[in-house]
T-cell receptor, first 113, second 115 residues
Framework: DAKTTQPTSMDCAEGRAANLPCNHSTISGNEYVYWYRQIHSQGPQYIIHGLKNNETNEMASLIITEDRKSSTLILPHATLRDTAVYYCIVRVASTGANSKLTFGKGITLSVRP | DAGVIQSPRHEVTEMGQEVTLRCKPISGHDYLFWYRQTMMRGLELLIYFNNNVPIDDSGMPEDRFSAKMPNASFSTLKIQPSEPRDSAVYFC?????????????FGPGTRLTVL
């Protein structure tokens, strides 16, 4: 699976958009980009994933550059409850025989009032 | 749906004791995962099951650790004997599998402290 690079931390004001970057310059054509987050004292939570096209769901939007070497997770209106560690994970779609999500250090997002 | 259920939420035990952690996956999910999280090592996959069969246990640290899944709605992770270095938060997760295999739903975790 391709390696990802994320800043250690960032902050944003409540109500503003939070844009979380992720670099994955060695990504292969069949690798997906997944985002998870972990709020303090809770289990990780799936947010969104994508392959080539931009994706949006009720939680966030995922913007993947045309060359697929980087992506941005966007929380359109951050709230205090979005304060968490956000993990960007790149991997080939699992077939079941090699399912292993590897969580790196992630980026700590702090939303300030 | 209640989500993934884990018990107990907190466990404090003494070195040498047996510890059993329990997990109930989301109904209909074919995959179940056990993870361990520590400050030093982050989140690590220990073992995962597909249709109650262990597929990959390469992350299990040593023979003191064992995991079972007797049926589709229940799994256990056992540590015998426990050691202080086993202190961590243990998470169970489940997934529908197929193209959504990497969409995993995590439980609240069990915080284990071994004295």
């Amino acid at each position: 699976d391709a390696k990802t690079t994320q800043p250690t931390s960032m902050d944003c004001a409540e109500g503003r958009a939070a844009n979380l970057p992720c670099n994955h310059s060695t990504i292969s054509g069949n690798e997906y980009v997944y985002w998870y987050r972990q709020i303090h004292s809770q289990g990780p939570q799936y947010i969104i994933h994508g392959l080539k096209n931009n994706e949006t769901n009720e939680m966030a939007s995922l913007i993947i550059t045309e060359d697929r070497k980087s992506s941005t997770l966007i929380l359109p209106h951050a709230t205090l409850r979005d304060t968490a560690v956000y993990y960007c994970i790149v991997r080939v779609a699992s077939t079941g025989a090699n399912s292993k999500l590897t969580f790196g250090k992630g980026i700590t997002l702090s939303v300030r009032p | 749906d209640a989500g993934v259920i884990q018990s107990p939420r907190h466990e404090v035990t003494e070195m040498g004791q047996e510890v059993t952690l329990r997990c109930k996956p989301i109904s209909g999910h074919d995959y179940l995962f056990w993870y361990r999280q520590t400050m030093m090592r982050g989140l690590e996959l220990l073992i995962y099951f597909n249709n109650n069969v262990p597929i990959d246990d390469s992350g299990m640290p040593e023979d003191r650790f064992s995991a079972k899944m007797p049926n589709a709605s229940f799994s256990t992770l056992k540590i015998q004997p426990s050691e202080p270095r086993d202190s961590a938060v243990y998470f169970c997760a489940s997934s529908p599998g197929g193209v959504t295999l990497d969409t995993q739903y995590f439980g609240p975790g069990t915080r284990l402290t071994v004295l």
